[in-house]
């Protein structure tokens, strides 16, 4: 019989970005450092053909376990199908260094800590595999280890909600699409489910009401029927139920009231990425290709896990380069504009950063997270002024600090899923890296 874990590893690739809540494993136990499971210290893949005790391949179970996933997180498309979110064929833009050496040595206190760490003793501790900062449109930290250099790829997981969440707030603000509107009014695919009598909006805050769970400690749970109706890989034998996103969509019931409160379930993004497909006429990917990658002067093509039918996976698909995610935050940070050209109106950002129903959030109970919000499918901090970010689990963010006009990028594989162990270390060090570049 196998393990939950066991059970969704093979998916993980679809799967892990569905949640900030840890799944069961040994991280808690004695493990390795951040500089012991180096992929290229452990050897993994390396030889032609690798060692079978160094292999890392489809259908193996634990290919998103730690220490492998450290090595996986770099290596999506070979292991899943996969669409490119096209770069096309333009220059890139250029980035504009002033590395500045002191950073490394910035302090800061962990919360519930009280001993002092470093700047760069953080990002081990975080498991970092890439960072960048950037501070007035400049790059003043530069990172990349592990898997990562700048030729790659890393898994962005439910960064990728964000972008999706940004396509959505963009068609919203230019009258493409009405949030107000009913789901069931652009899908009627979705007519009885959950989602029909849902708004656009409440999709796109994560505050419908659904009878859905992803609680991987459940073998009753919901996810493992999304899991299964999402894997790309062969169906079993006998297997019955909804084949795709789409389909799975069809089939998830509501529960409670919508616009009560906040819960954080993937459906809603893959939801949201078939509005806004069927809206535009387009696949997330090629809009995002469109209307941002190709914009942006990206130095890499990024790419999306799809399901069996081709259909990209809209809330935690996308890998992309390090780079090119921060050209994304620094489009964030300057509202729209890049490399002297406007990609959509400054009131996209103004939206997401007057954030959403504090209310609703709370009862989410992020306790790291209280008076926050979730606007767009980007998280909003409790801040005097808006500090906003992109998160996904294993320790991915775009941290967007616009009164210290501060970008930060952050890839990682950090053995937990759940940010709310990373969060301790790496909040605190954000706003002490906020602090010093505003005296700066």
């Not at 919901?222 to 062969?234: K, M, N, R, T, V």
Request: hydrophobic letters at 40%; proline letters at 6%.
């Amino acid at each position: 019989m196998l393990t939950l874990l066991q059970r969704a590893l093979p998916l993980l690739p679809l799967t892990i970005a569905m949640t900030l809540i840890s799944m069961p494993s040994h991280a808690d136990d004695a493990r390795l450092t951040a500089k012991q499971s180096d992929p290229q210290t452990l050897g993994w893949m390396q030889g032609f053909p690798p060692l079978q005790d160094k292999l890392i391949a489809q259908p193996s179970s634990n290919f998103f376990s730690f220490p492998k996933l450290r090595w996986t997180v770099c290596h999506i498309r070979e292991l899943m199908p996969t669409t490119d979110v096209s770069r096309g064929i333009g220059a890139p833009s250029k980035l504009n260094y002033e590395l500045d050496k002191n950073i490394d040595a910035i302090t800061f206190t962990p919360t519930n800590s009280k001993r002092p760490m470093t700047w760069k003793q953080s990002l081990d501790a975080n498991y970092t595999d890439g960072i960048m900062v950037m501070h007035h449109g400049k790059v003043v930290y530069e990172r990349q280890n592990g898997c990562l250099n700048e030729l790659g790829n890393h898994a962005a997981m439910s960064m990728t909600k964000s972008m999706t969440g940004l396509l959505a707030e963009i068609l919203v603000t230019e009258g493409m699409l009405d949030d107000k509107a009913l789901v069931a009014s652009i899908i009627p695919e979705l007519k009885n489910s959950g989602f029909g009598d849902a708004t656009v909006r409440q999709v796109m805050d994560m505050t419908t009401a659904l009878d859905y769970s992803e609680d991987y400690a459940d073998p009753n749970a919901d996810i493992w029927q999304y899991s299964e109706a999402a894997s790309p890989l062969p169906k079993p034998k006998g297997y019955s139920g909804p084949n795709g996103y789409f389909e799975y969509l069809q089939t998830v019931k509501k529960k409670g009231q919508h616009g009560a409160e906040f819960n954080y379930r993937t459906i809603n993004s893959d939801a949201l990425g078939w509005i806004i497909s069927r809206t535009t006429g387009k696949a997330v990917n090629e809009l995002l290709s469109d209307r941002i990658w190709q914009k942006i002067g990206a130095e890499q093509s990024a790419y999306m896990t799809v399901d069996a039918k081709g259909t990209p996976f809209a809330g935690g698909g996308i890998s992309a380069g390090l780079h090119d995610m921060a050209r994304i935050g620094s489009l964030m940070l300057n509202k729209g504009e890049i490399n002297g050209e406007r990609l959509f109106p400054a009131a996209v950002v103004d939206n997401i950063e007057a954030g959403g129903d504090k209310n609703a959030f709370a009862k989410a109970g992020y306790k790291q997270l209280t008076n926050g919000s979730y606007k767009s499918m980007w998280w909003l901090f409790n801040n005097p002024t808006p500090i906003y970010a992109a998160r996904g689990v294993h320790g991915q963010t775009i941290y967007v600090d616009p009164a210290a006009d501060m970008v930060i990028v952050r890839f990682a594989s950090y053995p937990d899923a759940s940010n709310s162990k990373i969060d301790p270390t790496s909040l605190p060090a954000y706003k002490a890296l906020a602090n010093y570049l505003i005296k700066k």
